[in-house]
Structure formats: C-alpha cells, structure tokens
C-alpha cells in the first residue's frame, strides 16, 4: 500500500494553492471581515468510497494555521448521498480560499477510490486482485495509488525503478524475451538485490519463452479470456510457476470473466485515468 506523509504532497498542495490563489483571493478578502469565524461541513452528494481526508485537512493548515479539521468517516470508507465528512473549523477566510483546493483533492481521490470499489467488489467472488497503473496524472501517483488502495486495491510498482517490467517494446528492442531477461538478471543477480521480473505477453507462444526465462510474473496484454484460462492451467498442471496478471480491455462489464479465468492480479489503467470525481460539497453553517 503506498502511504502518504506530509513531506511528500506539501509541494503539490503549495503548487495547487498558488495557482489558485495568485496574488490573493479578492473576493474573500473584499467581503468577509478580517476577524470573522466560521465552520464548514464536507457532505456527500453521491454514494462513494472516502479518499484524502488528510490531504484536505493540510490544505487548510496551509493556508492558515488556526484553521481544525475533524473526519467523521476514515479513508476507505463507504458514504451515502447525504452523509457527511469531515467538518473545518477557522478564519472564515481561510475557508473560503482553502475551498476549492481541498474539494479537488478530495473529490478526485474519493472518485478513484470510488472506481475501484466497484471493480473489487465485481471480482470478490474469485482470487484475483486489481492492481493500478503507471497511468496517473504527472505528479499526483503517490495520491492516486494511495486512493487506489484505499478502495480495495493494490499497487503495482510505483515507477520504472521498483520492478522489472519487459514490455511489447523492450522485447522487439532487445530482440526477444530471451535476451531481454539475459540482461537483467545481470543486473538483478548482483548489485539490484531482489527486484521481481515481468514479462508482457501476447499468446502461448510467448507466454512459453517466458516460463523458459524463469521469470516471476507475466502480464498477459489484451489476451482473450480462454487463452489465458489455457495458461492458467498450464500453471497448476506444472505445480506452480509465474504469477500471472491480465492487463487490456478492463472494464466493470469484462472483469468478472478475466477474474473467473484464474490469473491472480488484473491491472486496470481507468483507475486512474477515467476515474470520475466523487461529488462531494463544502457548505458553511
């Protein structure tokens, strides 16, 4: 699970702030008086999977720290249409400037929790788990792979340094599965330590030069759901060997069946590049 820390997202949030804020928020400043309080409530107008409550609580903070955030919920949790969130407790500026930023965050992390929720929930009958992307937006993977998880899923590797994946290109470049994985296990058997190796098939036949390879995890990508059922049962008639992940053509319609063919991880890129944000609204009172 990809955790989040402070260090991390206070670039991010002070980036998002300045954006917005500019050289000052006008309107909050030329109608609230100076020494006006107020507090805030963070509602639900959709059913949906909670995500980024401390990423809003520190977009306050940043803005002014007199401002106090409670929850009402923890991320992960499932809201209905109605229910509320959090509260926000400040300078009536503060809230007002702080607004947006915070409902950004939250909305878009709440969204993607919210998507993989529903593709959990669709496959909890069988053993599969879904995995995220590479595909989130510039800057936002530590927050999107947080969300990911704290709606039921889990995290592929985090970049290109973490795991080796040999994919549909570093195979025609390097001129085969063979050779490919030839020249990282140089690297992996000495001073890379104990990296896992990928490999990204098409059909059987590549899906053999991979077992010959001895790698430990293949991706089958866009591969029909009856070939992979074959693989998987190659798998259990040899008594075991490579994880194996299905990956392309994803969606809550087609992953019952992937699921149902036995692989053990299905990696869904609309997590996070289609996740649609929650609504969720911050109303004074």
Do not use: C
Not at 100 to 107: D, E, H, V, Y
Not at 145 to 154: D, E, F, L
């Amino acid at each position: 699970m990809t955790d989040l820390n402070r260090q991390d997202v206070q670039p991010l949030i002070d980036t998002a702030l300045a954006e917005d804020i500019g050289p000052g928020d006008i309107t909050s400043e030329w109608t609230v008086p100076v020494d006006k309080t107020s507090s805030a409530r963070f509602v639900a107008k959709a059913a949906g999977t909670v995500a980024g409550l401390d990423v809003a609580e520190w977009v306050f903070d940043t803005v002014d720290k007199k401002t106090t955030f409670r929850t009402q919920v923890a991320d992960g949790d499932i809201v209905r249409s109605g229910d509320q969130i959090a509260t926000v407790v400040g300078p009536a500026r503060a809230l007002l400037t702080g607004e947006r930023t915070a409902l950004n965050f939250l909305q878009r992390m709440s969204g993607v929790a919210t998507l993989t929720s529903r593709f959990v929930r669709t496959i909890a009958h069988t053993n599969a788990k879904i995995l995220d992307t590479r595909k989130t937006i510039p800057g936002w993977r530590r927050l999107d792979k947080y969300a990911v998880s704290s709606g039921g899923g889990q995290n592929h590797r985090f970049g290109l340094f973490d795991m080796v994946l040999i994919k549909e290109n570093h195979i025609e470049a390097a001129e085969g599965i063979g050779p490919a994985v030839f020249g990282v296990r140089e690297h992996v058997n000495g001073k890379e330590g104990n990296l896992k190796i990928e490999v990204e098939v098409k059909n059987l036949v590549e899906f053999e030069e991979a077992l010959m390879a001895d790698v430990d995890w293949v991706m089958f990508d866009n591969m029909d759901v009856d070939t992979m059922a074959k693989a998987v049962q190659q798998i259990k008639e040899d008594g075991g060997g490579p994880l194996l992940e299905a990956s392309g053509n994803v969606t809550l319609t087609t992953v019952k069946e992937i699921a149902e063919s036995g692989v053990d991880y299905i990696s869904v890129g609309s997590l996070t590049h289609s996740a649609v944000a929650l609504d969720i609204s911050m109303l004074f009172r």
